[in-house]
């Protein structure tokens, strides 16, 4: 794989235009967390490489909507994109890779975790690895939540997964009470989803319990009254992990 690079540049002057036009997440947030959103981001852009894969190039637009969807998940975590530091490299590429190598098993991180079956639109590698996104993939889903994925969301939750140093579905979570009640409901949906029984989730969360949380996480924030009327439990811990409530802001935004 050929890679070019960029100086690590913070946001450009035009952000906010850019996520107006291409983010429907950002139309829900309000204005503090809007400019939290762009502090984060500015941090990731300036703190990361960033590299363009097979002479796709890194434009304004795609570093702006790429950082501020990652930043998104941190929203609420005081640590903020220290929760990334195991982020290497973030590389971004035009489409989809394609893999021949099976999806690695969970349990010790020691390898991958694909975004999807391939073709695959992302990647989050291991360690200080690097995060890979498919920009194609990226900006469709960015506009389009009602699609129920966004890869930038799903690879940049298996980054949070595999702080403590192992792909278990389960990210650190100091609070015993609420890792306790999280291991529970996310046992019970996944063994669900996994007997074939119906879901609100897509079947490839069944994959392994990596993949679990990274669905969940990215379904969560792109159809969150579907995920909250249908698994209210899972609801309740991600908005407890996350400490944030995207179905209150899609109230909040067809009430206004």
Same mark, same amino acid.
């Given at each position: 794989?050929?890679?070019?690079?960029?100086?690590?540049?913070?946001?450009?002057?035009?952000?906010?235009?850019?996520?107006?036009?291409?983010?429907?997440?950002?139309?829900?947030?309000?204005?503090?967390?809007?400019?939290?959103?762009? &502090? /984060?981001?500015?941090?990731?852009?300036?703190?990361?490489?960033?590299?363009?894969?097979?002479?796709?190039?890194?434009?304004? &637009?795609?570093?702006?909507?790429?950082?501020?969807?990652?930043? /998104?998940?941190?929203?609420?975590?005081?640590?903020?994109?220290?929760?990334?530091?195991?982020?290497?490299?973030?590389?971004?590429?035009?489409?989809?890779?394609?893999?021949?190598?099976?999806?690695?098993?969970?349990?010790?991180?020691?390898?991958?975790?694909?975004?999807?079956?391939?073709?695959?639109?992302?990647?989050?590698?291991?360690?200080?690895?690097?995060?890979?996104?498919?920009?194609?993939? +990226?900006?469709?889903?960015?506009?389009?939540?009602? $699609?129920?994925?966004?890869?930038? /969301?799903?690879?940049?939750?298996?980054? $949070?997964?595999?702080?403590?140093?192992?792909?278990?579905?389960?990210?650190?979570?100091?609070?015993?009470? $609420?890792?306790?009640?999280?291991?529970?409901?996310?046992?019970?949906?996944?063994?669900?989803?996994?007997?074939?029984?119906?879901?609100?989730?897509?079947?490839?969360?069944?994959?392994?319990?990596?993949?679990?949380?990274?669905?969940?996480?990215?379904?969560?924030?792109?159809?969150?009254?579907?995920?909250?009327?249908?698994?209210?439990? $899972?609801?309740?811990?991600?908005?407890?992990?996350?400490?944030?409530?995207? +179905? &209150?802001?899609?109230?909040?935004?067809?009430?206004?």
């Amino acid at each position: 794989m050929l890679l070019s690079r960029r100086r690590r540049d913070g946001l450009p002057a035009a952000w906010r235009d850019i996520l107006t036009t291409r983010s429907a997440q950002w139309a829900l947030l309000d204005e503090a967390e809007r400019t939290r959103v762009g &502090e /984060l981001a500015d941090e990731l852009l300036a703190g990361k490489r960033w590299e363009a894969a097979r002479g796709f190039e890194i434009t304004d &637009e795609v570093r702006t909507l790429v950082s501020a969807h990652a930043a /998104l998940l941190v929203l609420e975590h005081e640590l903020g994109v220290e929760h990334y530091d195991g982020v290497g490299t973030i590389v971004v590429r035009a489409g989809p890779m394609r893999r021949r190598e099976p999806v690695p098993q969970w349990g010790r991180v020691g390898g991958i975790v694909d975004g999807s079956p391939w073709p695959v639109d992302g990647e989050a590698h291991h360690g200080d690895g690097p995060v890979m996104i498919a920009w194609n993939a +990226a900006r469709r889903e960015a506009a389009n939540p009602q $699609l129920g994925r966004d890869v930038v /969301l799903h690879e940049f939750a298996h980054k $949070l997964d595999m702080r403590d140093g192992t792909i278990d579905g389960t990210p650190p979570i100091a609070d015993d009470t $609420l890792r306790q009640r999280w291991v529970g409901v996310c046992t019970a949906q996944y063994d669900a989803l996994r007997r074939g029984e119906p879901s609100v989730l897509r079947p490839y969360a069944g994959t392994n319990p990596g993949e679990f949380f990274a669905v969940a996480s990215e379904t969560f924030f792109t159809r969150p009254l579907l995920v909250e009327a249908a698994a209210p439990d $899972l609801y309740g811990v991600l908005a407890a992990y996350y400490r944030q409530h995207p +179905a &209150e802001r899609v109230r909040r935004a067809v009430a206004d």
